[in-house]
């Protein structure tokens, strides 16, 4: 079996375990960071970096562009439906 990125199997592993939802969110925004937690790949998002915010009610996920791309990839991959 092919070693995945580490990022891409955080990612699997967190869908795996319902830590990150396959549904879209409600809203989604994208904008520099401010040195927060990525939630897919638990590495920082440095201020230089882009993220993503998405709100699922009173819960926000942030993600860096690339986690957020590898997430969507793999949601639409298991039949998830984007908005």
């Known amino acids: 079996m092919p070693l995945l990125p ?10 795996d375990e ?3 939802s396959v549904e ?3 809203t989604m925004y994208a904008n520099y960071a ?3 937690r990525c939630d897919a790949c638990d590495e ?13 009610g009173q819960d926000l996920i942030h993600m860096h ?3 957020m791309g590898l997430w969507e990839s ?4 298991r039949g998830a439906r984007s908005k």
Do not use: F, N, W
């Not at 580490?6 to 869908?15: P, S």
């Not at 920082?44 to 699922?56: F, L, N, Q, W």
């Open 6 to 15: 580490l990022e891409l199997q955080r990612i699997l592993d967190k869908l």
């Open 18 to 20: 319902g830590a990150l």
């Open 24 to 26: 879209a969110p409600t």
């Open 34 to 36: 401010r040195e927060r």
């Open 44 to 56: 920082t998002i440095h201020s230089a970096e882009v993220h993503y915010e998405m709100h699922y």
């Open 65 to 67: 562009l690339g986690c």
């Open 74 to 77: 793999e949601c639409r991959g």
